[in-house]
């Protein structure tokens, strides 16, 4: 949880360079790669996150240390990006590191947009998901701290090397097992996944059946969905068989689980209530 202060600062430094991050188009592949790359250097190191964000120490000193980390090499827009978050105040040191990740995540959708592929990155993140929630042993290898992250990556692209997948999903998807972040792999995705719907000026609907819903389905509840909240919904598909038939469908916290698995628990729970003595 970000303090006031923290979540202030990334919300008007992310406002205000939006428009300059959004117009370097396809630059934004290179921007958000070093962005990321910088995220996995302050996580690994508190003296630095300490260092640039110290509230006694004078901007100018944090540029020049941000200077000798980046060097000449860097894209001036990610400079300006670093430049802007070490002027501003954070709650925690660490949080200038989740602020400079947002940024990594925002340019990549930027560098989506530029090559016409953001819905495609969207669509295969949510592949990806229901893929994992029918491989636990998989998934938990992704989001092990006793791997190296080399180790991870690879078995990522080892269990998906059949699957033709978007630069930028890869990008993301490896991002997201290379720097755990202290999250869940899964947990990771399903953030991404809800931020390319907000970034599409859309509501996430998920919705999880025990076989691949069929396109007729999910045109229909596009249209339900889409009246409801009024506005244009994304369906987000998640396929696990544990939950035998039916749907469960969740939109933000509201949760409507009409599947035969819940059905069964309830029963079980109501028999249970019935056969215990007064």
């Known amino acids: 949880m970000r303090g006031e202060a923290s979540r202030i600062a990334d919300r008007e430094s992310r406002d205000s360079l939006a ?3 959004r117009d370097t188009r396809e630059d934004a592949w290179r921007i958000g790669n070093e962005l990321f790359t910088i995220t996995k250097v302050l996580d ?20 020049a240390v941000l200077k000798g980390l980046l060097g000449d090499n860097a894209h001036p827009m990610t400079m300006e990006i670093m430049t802007d978050l070490v002027s501003r105040r954070w709650s925690r040191a660490r949080d200038i590191a989740n602020a400079v990740e947002d940024f990594g995540v925002d340019a990549m959708m930027y560098y989506a947009d530029a090559t016409d592929a953001t819905l495609q990155v969207s669509i295969e993140l949510s592949e990806l998901h229901s893929a994992l929630l029918n491989l636990p042993v998989v998934r938990s290898k992704l989001y092990d701290y006793q791997a190296t992250s080399e180790a991870r990556v690879k078995l990522f692209r ?5 699957k033709t997948l978007n630069k930028v999903t890869m990008r ?5 097992t290379c720097n755990l972040r202290r999250r869940r792999y899964l947990e990771t995705i399903q953030w991404l996944i809800n931020k390319f719907s907000r970034h599409m000026g859309e509501s ?3 919705v999880t059946t025990a076989t691949p819903l069929k396109k007729e389905q999910i045109e229909r ?3 339900v969905y889409s009246a409801k909240v009024g506005r244009q919904v994304h369906i987000n598909s998640v396929v696990d068989p544990t939950v035998l038939g039916g749907m ?6 509201e949760v409507t689980d009409n599947t035969v698995v819940a059905q069964l628990q309830n029963l079980h729970r109501k028999v249970q209530t ?5």
């Open 19 to 21: 428009p300059k991050l």
């Open 44 to 63: 690994d190191s508190i003296q630095l996150e300490r260092a640039l964000t110290d509230p006694s120490r004078p901007v100018a000193d944090k540029v």
């Open 158 to 162: 080892e269990v998906f090397s059949g």
């Open 172 to 176: 993301l998807a490896e991002h997201a």
């Open 204 to 206: 996430m609907v998920t």
């Open 221 to 223: 509840l596009v249209e």
């Open 248 to 253: 469960r469908i969740q939109v933000g916290d």
């Open 274 to 278: 019935e056969a215990t003595p007064a």
